[in-house]
């Protein structure tokens, strides 16, 4: 049996000091991989809306904290006084089923909480402030800052924990082993279902709602391409987002799978195995496709290795890590072509297809690898709650969003760009920003 793969209803070992320690410089690391995104975000977009982009992402963060102390925290039910049997829970075939956590608002007995406990909620601070950028890239260009502002409110505050509560604080999905012994319940221990399905299924919401940018599908089955503005913000992003996550994979293993300190190295290794067969497959596919690398999917392609990273890194072995990174970078060009040109989304960033798509992946492949019998049953009970559940849900609460903060900005906001737009100036007031054909 691999070392980190948990045994269902084996008892929590207490957190030394030295442990405590290492955890929280962990996460203390694990927002670089926030700030990679955030510049991955602004490169992939015009240069008419970069300012805007940032800034977005800053205040989207500032949001989606806040929302999740007020409210979110208290629905997670990771803090004492908020076990998953003082929510909201069923009972059905004489099991307990529960599905909402219950405590104290604004962050309510946090101060009297174990360590552990308090590093748990130190992750969902995190994973909130990482899930609510996704769509936020997906929208680039059309997308208004209060309207972006909207949805992490509604994500950070309701959603997300949600959610979190059924992975990670005793919910109805992690407590599949107990329940129906599949394996030891649902595995979410890098946050790929609970960050990054959640942000990429939200990315789907958004651009669904929002539409295409002006011009790029000028006619039935045609596809204008629209490089983003800079491919070094790009790929300087992911190699910043490749130390955060190496921290946050490490952080996730010892949080949510009890791993033993000689365990953290390979998990390390396993996010870089994952991340550098995906860049590698998708180099070569672009290659051979296109006649020559394509920077910005490579780029796709590096961060959806690591978004698969997420699920399965910590219960791998080194080669299944290479394989699930393989697969991942072989797979995201072909769906981001896939999904633009039959589909017609206009996704930006790539957020359905690199941390949508590439989580759900991943996850199904920690079923795989994992040796518990049942686990990969348990992953597939979860897979099918986020596309069935979470992915209705989030659509149907924006769609409403919609009709009070109208998403999308007006036709002349998008033509001059959001950052004269929104922001009265460019972020490159040195240079002439030519407007596109589309608009003459």
Known sequence: MNPLTPIPSAPVPPMSEGVFALALALLLLAPLAIAGVALINAGLGRSRSAAQ??????ALIAVAVIAFALIGAALTGSLPGSSGSAGFSIQAAGKSWSWLGAGSFLLGGLSSAAPQTQLAVLFEFLGVAMAVLLPWGSGADRLRLAAGCATAVILSAFVFPLLAHWTWAGGWLASLGTNFSLGAGFLDA?????????????????????????????????????????????????????????????????????????ALPGTAINTLLSASAAVLATLILTRVRFGRPDASLCANGWLAGLVASSACAAIATPGESIFAGAVAGIFTPLLVELLELALSIDDPSGAVTVHGAASLWGLFAAGLFASAPGQLLAQLVGIAALIGVILPLVYLLFAL???LVPFRVDPDG?????????????????????RDESYR
């Open 53 to 58: 982009a940032l800034l977005g992402n800053l």
């Open 190 to 262: 890098g946050g790929a279902a609970t960050i990054h399905a959640l942000g990429g299924l939200s990315a789907l919401a958004v651009v669904w709602i929002t539409g295409p940018r002006r011009g790029k599908f000028p006619k039935e089955g045609l596809s204008t391409a629209m490089p983003g503005h800079n491919a070094a913000y790009v790929l300087f992003g992911c190699m910043v987002a490749s130390v955060g996550w190496l921290a946050w994979n490490a952080a996730g293993a010892m949080l949510w799978l009890h791993a033993p300190l000689a």
């Open 401 to 403: 969003l919609n009709r």
């Open 414 to 434: 998008e033509r001059m760009g959001m950052d004269l737009h929104e922001l009265g100036g460019g972020a490159y007031p040195e240079f002439v920003i030519h």
